[in-house]
C-alpha cells in the first residue's frame, strides 16, 4: 500500500535562517507532488505541484523553493526564513489527473 | 479558474442532531469534488469524492454528500453527529482535463457538544 513520510513534525526556527522540508512517498511510481501551506482560518494554500523528476509549477510568488531530486522526494526550501513563513506544511501525492490527493501528517513551522 | 466557498465558518450542534455543512464552487467546466476532514495537527482525511455518476455519493463515517449541478454545490451531510466528529472540513475541486490542481476552501470547524 501506499505511503506518504513527512518531517520534521515540528520545527522552531530564527528569522533568516535556511529551510528544508522534506516528503517522500512509497508504493507508488511518477506520483503527482504537492506543498500546501495551511493558515489559520485561511484553508489550504497550494505552493507547489510537481508532475515529474524536475518539473516545479509554483502557485505563488514567495520566499520558498520546491525541489524533485528523485521520483518519489519532494522538498520544501528557503534561504532566509521570514516571520510570515510561519504555518503548517503539508505534503501530499495523487496519482494521474483526475484523482484525490493523499496527504501526510504536516509539519508546525514556527519561525521566531 | 476554479474557487470553492464554504459559506459557515464554524458549525457548532449537539451530538445525535443532523449536519449540513456548504460548499459552493465556481468553475464553468466539468468538475471533481472532494470532502476531506482534519484532527487537530494532524493532515487531511478524504470522507469522500465525487468524479463522475449518481450526484449522490456516500463516504467513510456515515457522511454523504450531493452534487448538484444547477446550484454548483457540493453540501456534506451526516443524519446523525457525534462527538468524535468535531473536526474541520475542506470542501475542494479540481477541474476536469488536464488539470492537476486541487483547490481547497477556507474549511468549516464543526463543533459537536454533549
Known amino acids: 500500500s501506499q505511503t506518504i513520510h513527512q518531517w520534521p513534525a515540528t520545527l522552531v526556527q530564527p528569522v533568516g535562517s535556511p529551510l528544508s522540508l522534506e516528503c517522500t512517498v512509497e508504493?507508488?511510481?511518477?506520483?503527482?507532488l504537492y506543498w500546501y501551506r495551511q493558515a489559520a482560518g485561511r484553508g489550504l494554500q497550494l505552493l507547489f505541484y510537481s508532475v515529474g523528476i524536475g518539473q516545479i509549477s509554483s502557485e505563488v510568488p514567495q520566499n520558498l523553493s520546491a525541489s524533485r531530486p528523485q521520483d518519489r522526494q519532494f522538498i520544501l526550501s528557503s534561504k532566509k526564513l521570514l516571520l510570515s513563513d510561519s504555518g503548517f506544511y503539508l505534503c501530499?501525492?495523487?496519482?494521474?489527473?483526475?484523482?484525490?490527493?493523499?496527504f501526510g501528517q504536516g509539519t508546525r513551522l514556527t519561525v521566531v | 479558474a476554479q474557487s470553492v466557498t464554504q459559506l459557515d465558518s464554524q458549525v457548532p450542534v449537539f451530538e445525535e442532531a443532523p449536519v449540513e455543512l456548504r460548499c459552493n464552487y465556481s468553475s464553468s467546466v466539468s468538475v471533481y469534488l472532494f470532502w476531506y476532514v482534519q484532527y487537530p495537527n494532524q493532515g487531511l482525511q478524504l470522507l469522500l469524492k465525487y468524479l463522475s455518476g449518481s450526484t449522490l455519493v456516500k463516504g467513510i463515517n456515515g457522511f454523504e454528500a450531493e452534487f448538484n449541478k444547477s446550484q454548483t454545490s457540493f453540501h456534506l451531510r451526516k443524519p446523525s453527529v457525534h462527538i468524535s466528529d468535531t473536526a474541520e472540513y475542506f470542501c475542494?475541486?479540481?477541474?476536469?482535463?488536464?488539470?492537476?490542481?486541487?483547490?481547497f476552501g477556507k474549511g468549516t470547524l464543526l463543533t459537536v457538544n454533549p
Open positions: 501530499a501525492w495523487s496519482v494521474g489527473m483526475n484523482t484525490e490527493a493523499f
Open positions: 508504493g507508488t511510481s511518477n506520483p503527482n
Open positions: 475542494a475541486v479540481k477541474l476536469g482535463g488536464s488539470n492537476y490542481k486541487l483547490t
